[in-house]
């Protein structure tokens, strides 16, 4: 028996095809209102509802002036869903939400296209790195309204990720190291441990700043990172010139909770302010604070320090993220391949 095919009414559609949520469509007054259902059913169901309502001249709903959900409505809701959720990357999050919604926030969020994400990205001078970052916010933000059934898809997924150039290893040479010290000396003091534990480590910058003294152990020589970026914890050992610098600041310690502070006591979130004076002050040209990570683990590598220990040291997800460094070390990769040379009899 053939296969009955389902009525089709003008004023029901499905939005996305596939989606499995449905919407109707109806006017009052010459006036376009729409309305998202859910299933087919009874998105038949409410239309025929509005038509009866409509010849009856019943008032409509206050909530139908709009066609749905504002995109601000939705970011508040993934800001929400962040913070419930103590997400380390809250604070970005938020900054570039923030940004966001200065040109998105009155959208309408189902009716933002792929084409306005991906426009809106390209009107700026970001690098390709910090474009992808704005649109993993989009990204998270629909993922979570899509959850709730706010919205009927994601844009953000049709948008092309930009291509990322993460081959850039600047690290400090030894005369810009005594040019840089130099100035900190003169200029900030107070900031030397910062840079003695940042060189010393590797930590990234945002494991730096949010260390408190709860995970530093003096007597064991380590450091214990928690929640980092890759998604584990792990341990870093100090070494004599970092035990140094933070016995210093444990001496002068206000409390126990973040070890690194400003001049005035009150907890510092970056080095931006003084990093980049001293920078300039030492003459030394293209460099940012995480060329000290890059520093330290181009160190390891040019020490003889095998890859692997590099790795756990560095707290890279993946092998191939520190072998980036490899070509760092040219005496041990001499020395490699004169092993293939025949022995002399």
Known sequence: ??????????GVFEKVPGSGIW???????????????????????LYAMRRADVVRGVKMPANMKHKGVKFSEIAQEAIDWYTNHERRDLRNFKSRMKYILEAFGDWVADEIKPSDIDSWLGAHEWSPATKNRYKNVFGKT??????DGKVTGNPARLVEQRAENNARIRFLSDDEEKRLRAAITKQFPWHMPEFDVALNTGMRLSEQYSLEWSQVSLTRKRLRLEKTK??????IPLNKTCLKALAALHAIRPHDGRIFQSKYGKDLNHPRGWFDLAIAQAKILNFRWHDLRHTFISRLVMKDVNLRTVQELAGHKTISMTTRYAHLAPEHNQAAIEKLDPVSA
Do not use: C, Q, T
């Not at 028996?1 to 003008?10: Q, T």
């Not at 890759?230 to 341990?235: A, F, K, L, V």
């Open 23 to 45: 919407w109707i469509r109806f006017k009052v007054k010459g006036v376009e209102h729409r309305e998202k259902v859910g299933r087919r059913g009874d998105a038949m169901k």
């Open 230 to 235: 890759n998604g584990s914890d792990r341990e």
């Open 142 to 147: 629909y993922k979570i309204a899509l959850a």
């Open 1 to 10: 028996m053939p296969r009955k095919v389902a009525r089709k009414e003008r």
